[in-house]
């Protein structure tokens, strides 16, 4: 199985969930050699529910998985913490949407939700808890209390953050961190554009069909972390098509 644990399938959060898109960018992650992904969306984003309204009234839900001409989708959502930060959890759909409610209160960066508190809204359900991106500049997560982030599941090593900073210097830095921590490490390439896909995979010796058996996965190291040489040209192409797309995007939603 080749899983990518942090993806988009919305242009940005601005914008709107386009079906046509979605269709496209599920053909090109399996074009790049993917069989499954975590949507990540963020959990501010514009319309977050009408992207499982349209999963819900065309594809089969199997387990723990959108079912996608064989693809499998996992539900997840990408969380701001008010102390800075994102975390990523993913899930059963039914417990990512009720995730989703109830932080509804906390979209606005003056409401963000405490890490602490997300942390135990997480553990009420069995979802993966992923920090993403955590030597990020803007939204880094080293500076969080230890005996918290030690409550997450895996840290993320991200696609868009070895371009900007380089393998080695990232690996240099997140490799000691999240041994200290004592959490495995685990891909995403934080696509938001489908020419990103395939920079960073995990390959699993065995394909997981539920949240529990991905966990489990994780926990034994029964997979590796495979970055693509193409990775620079894929992550720099997709931010500049990204960038000029989201203008026109953004656009036509302020004039609607």
Not at 22 to 51: P, S, V
Not at 226 to 235: A, D, G, T
Request: glycine share 6%.
């Amino acid at each position: 199985m080749y899983i990518d644990f942090h993806t988009h399938v919305k242009l940005s959060k601005k914008a709107d969930f386009m079906p046509e898109y979605f269709r496209e960018m599920i053909q090109e992650a399996q074009d790049n050699g993917l069989t499954a992904m975590a949507m990540t969306e963020h959990f501010n984003t514009r319309m977050f529910t009408d992207i499982y309204d349209y999963l819900d009234n065309n594809y089969s839900y199997v387990e723990d998985f959108y079912d996608i001409d064989g693809f499998r989708l996992f539900p997840g959502i990408e969380v701001d913490v008010k102390e800075i930060g994102h975390i990523l959890l993913i899930g059963n759909r039914k417990d990512i949407l009720a995730i989703y409610k109830q932080l509804i209160p906390h979209k606005e960066e003056e409401h963000f939700i405490a890490f602490r508190d997300l942390l135990n809204l997480a553990e009420q359900y069995n979802v993966l808890k992923i920090g993403a991106h955590p030597f990020r500049k803007s939204t880094p997560l080293y500076h969080h209390d230890i005996e918290q982030l030690k409550r997450l599941d895996a840290f993320d090593l991200n696609g868009k953050d070895i371009y900007t900073q380089g393998e080695e210097a990232y690996r240099t830095k997140l490799q000691p961190f999240a041994e200290m921590v004592g959490k495995p490490i685990v891909g995403g390439s934080d696509t938001h554009h489908f020419l990103q896909y395939g920079c960073v995979v995990n390959r699993f010796d065995v394909a997981c069909h539920t949240i529990q058996q991905l966990k489990s996965s994780i926990q034994q190291g029964q997979y590796a972390i495979e970055i693509s040489p193409s990775l620079p040209i894929k992550v720099k192409s997709a931010k500049l098509v990204k960038k000029y797309m989201k203008q026109m995007v953004e656009l036509n939603v302020h004039m609607k």
